[in-house]
């Protein structure tokens, strides 16, 4: 077994290990709420954890090529997109719901967003665009495991490499399917629509930390990808529209799969349009 085979199955072991054990106790031993941010900590770092572990002791590999330089002024704009792209997402997949004719456009949700306070319609469009910022550091540990480092080692082609990591960090989400986390009249088509959603971002993810050569601009997108197209969505959809989760994961779908199209046939998982730029920006 070769150190890069050791060092990728120990990480999946621990990341598997610690989040799923995570889930199981808290749920369904001390029947606490995956619902609540604390909760899902020990889940939501355990890939970060696991990338430790392995670089430092398993594999002795270090952290030279985990991107872990913020890059701003070189990624600068991928920042930007990973900021406002979300946005946008959540703007068409809203916009699909009104055009098809299940949702009629509803901001009265948005004012009970923090329990016990009346916000105005201002003030949450500002905490929409701010919480990503100020919550990215939260999403280091997901990001620092799947995106720096399983997919550089899932695969010599980007594309396969970016398709197996989603697909594994899919696999990884499950045991949330059948707690309080998310709601699913039939859990087995939400573990098909979420398993395409989340196969979807990690496309988009891939991209966005080769072109931008950081873990932190992924970081970015993840904290919007949750914090606006996963809570917003359901504010409107769900609690505004009544629209089940898996409808709305398949509106979700077509802004992301466009994206996903963009990315892939424009060739931008290719190493020449992509890793080269950030590996030069590296070197200076």
């Not at 029947?31 to 609540?36: K, Q, R, T």
Request: proline share 7%; charged share 10%.
């Amino acid at each position: 077994m070769g150190l890069t085979t050791k060092g990728v199955l120990t990480f999946l072991l621990i990341s598997f290990g610690l989040a799923w054990g995570a889930v199981l106790v808290a749920h369904f031993v001390l029947d606490m709420s995956l619902v609540n941010p604390l909760v899902q900590l020990p889940m939501a770092f355990s890939p970060a954890i696991a990338a430790v572990i392995v670089r430092l002791w398993v594999t002795g590999e270090g952290f030279r090529d985990a991107g872990l330089r913020p890059r701003v002024r070189a990624a600068g704009v991928y920042y930007l997109l990973a900021w406002i792209g979300p946005v946008l997402v959540l703007a068409v997949t809203v916009g699909l719901a009104i055009v098809l004719g299940l949702y009629r456009l509803d901001f009265s949700p948005l004012r009970q967003l923090v329990p016990g306070m009346d916000l105005p319609v201002p003030a949450v469009l500002l905490l929409l665009l701010a919480a990503p910022v100020l919550l990215l550091p939260a999403f280091w540990g997901e990001e620092f495991g799947w995106r720096s480092y399983l997919q550089p080692r899932a695969s010599r082609s980007l594309v396969q490499a970016a398709l197996i990591t989603g697909i594994i960090w899919s696999v990884w989400h499950y045991p949330l399917v059948f707690t309080d986390y998310v709601e699913y009249s039939d859990p087995f088509l939400g573990l098909a629509t979420w398993t395409l959603l989340i196969v979807a971002q990690a496309i988009i993810l891939a991209w966005l930390f080769l072109r931008s050569g950081s873990v932190w601009v992924p970081c970015l997108a993840h904290a919007g990808n949750n914090l606006i197209i996963g809570t917003f969505s359901f504010l409107f959809l769900a609690e505004g529209g009544g629209l089940d989760m898996p409808t709305i994961e398949l509106l979700q779908l077509v802004p992301l799969s466009a994206l996903c199209a963009w990315i892939l046939l424009t060739g931008r998982l290719h190493p020449s349009r992509e890793a080269k730029p950030a590996q030069r920006d590296e070197a200076r």
